[in-house]
């Protein structure tokens, strides 16, 4: 892990061919319906875009006429990315869809005082003028921004970059990845014969609540609130901690140097939150291609002395609790986060004393092949964010880069804390 110490401010302005956008709409006719959205898909916190952004070089770059045309291709199965969201007439407070092939915006620009080497060899963190390489929308609220927007930039050297905001309502990062696959394989020609994936699964009618609206919630922490002890808000066991995910490792570890970093109350409780997907977790499962807001939150919790004690059975402990969280999350947990989010509809978690990590691994996203004659050189957010990022790394697929925002003031206790876990020779006895 290095010291993210560097950043590179993109100087000038794209210039915009043609100047507007083009409106790219799906090549053959759509289903004309609205989409309901789950109560999963319509969380307050999920509103906003998913914002990618990768660099190729001249070799690996294509033209741009070959991915808008794809891109109409590939919106004949993901249609309602074509379509506008809009507040329902029937549910008050509720998003839907309007699948009405409106179109996603597809910008082309160019940036000759840039190169893909200069920006590879600034790309340490994210830095606010990278936000030029995406069109930006103007429109008074977030409902008013089409769900796809794409930004493909023609760089100095003959490289490009290609930028995509893609509304987090409709789509979680497995989903996201699955829309960017299907759109690569259609710049390459592979798309012929393929199924649909998910369009052909719309979501189903508001379910009736599987608990009362008055019933406790047992087995769900509270995320508008203090959340209830491990042992209270689940009764599942963790299975050992001979073995854990490196997301489990890795987690716990950044979530106990954050907190470490930061220095709070030793009573305070601190909770780290992060994404499960739920695929596989709920009976029925869900269709396979759903490329839908498929997860829910874990929810592990610790007081700050617990978790950041100096003895050699704190780093398990932490890891323990990251287990703990996701083997809890099944078919029960998912059904109870749901009539949570119905009852308190509108309402923001309450992230005090909260960090959130967002894991964009194990998606193929840095494997993005449109047909060039290498992937991407890059991949990564196109601005920090509010949250922890972990982001796959471009030719190690075992690596993995950590993006987390921190105060200023705490960046080098963070880094310090970081480095020496990574240097701890008794590391795997730790764990073990």
């Not at 759509?30 to 070799?59: C, E, G």
């Amino acid at each position: 892990m290095e010291k993210a110490t560097m950043e590179m401010e993109i100087n000038g302005e794209c210039h915009y061919a043609g100047g507007e956008p083009a409106v790219v709409r799906p090549s053959q006719p759509t289903p004309r319906h609205t989409l309901y959205l789950s109560n999963l898909d319509d969380q307050r916190f999920l509103r906003f875009s998913i914002k990618y952004l990768y660099v190729f070089t001249a070799d690996a770059a294509v033209a741009a006429d070959a991915l808008r045309t794809a891109l109409a291709r590939v919106l004949v199965d993901y249609y309602p990315l074509a379509g506008r969201l809009r507040p329902s007439d029937d549910d008050d407070g509720k998003l839907v869809v309007d699948c009405n092939a409106e179109g996603a915006l597809f910008a082309e620009a160019e940036l000759p005082d840039l190169t893909a080497d200069e920006f590879l060899r600034g790309r340490a963190r994210p830095h606010k003028s990278w936000r030029k390489l995406l069109y930006r929308v103007e429109a008074q609220s977030f409902v008013a921004v089409p769900p796809l927007v794409v930004q493909v930039t023609r760089l100095g050297c003959g490289g490009m970059v290609l930028c995509t905001a893609i509304n987090h309502c409709l789509c979680d990062g497995i989903g996201t990845a699955q829309f960017l696959h299907a759109w690569a394989r259609a710049v390459r020609g592979d798309d012929a014969g393929r199924a649909p994936a998910a369009a052909a699964v719309p979501r189903p009618p508001r379910p009736a609540p599987t608990l009362p609206a008055t019933s406790a919630v047992p087995r769900v922490a509270d995320l508008h609130g203090a959340a209830p002890p491990p042992s209270e808000a689940c009764q599942c066991a963790p299975s050992s901690l001979k073995w854990c995910t490196s997301f489990e490792a890795l987690a716990a570890h950044v979530w106990r140097a954050w907190v470490r970093a930061l220095d709070p109350p030793a009573s305070l409780r601190v909770k780290l939150l992060f994404s499960v997907n739920a695929r596989r977790r709920v009976k029925p499962e869900l269709p396979r291609g759903f490329y839908g807001n498929g997860f829910v939150l874990g929810c592990a919790e610790s007081t700050a002395a617990q978790l950041t004690a100096s003895s050699a059975s704190a780093p398990r402990h932490g890891v323990r609790l990251v287990k703990e969280a996701k083997e809890c999350v099944d078919d029960e947990y998912v059904r109870s986060m749901v009539d949570l989010l119905e009852e308190r509809r509108g309402a923001r978690p309450d992230l005090a004393a909260s960090l959130v990590i967002s894991a964009w691994t194990r998606l193929g996203l840095e494997d993005l092949d449109f047909g060039g004659a290498r992937g991407p050189a890059h991949m990564g957010p196109l601005t920090s964010e509010i949250y922890c990022v972990f982001l796959p790394v471009v030719g190690d697929p075992d690596g993995v880069n950590v993006l987390v925002s921190v105060p200023q003031a705490v960046a080098d206790k963070f880094h310090h804390y970081c480095l020496g876990f990574l240097k701890d020779a008794d590391m795997d006895a730790k764990l073990g």
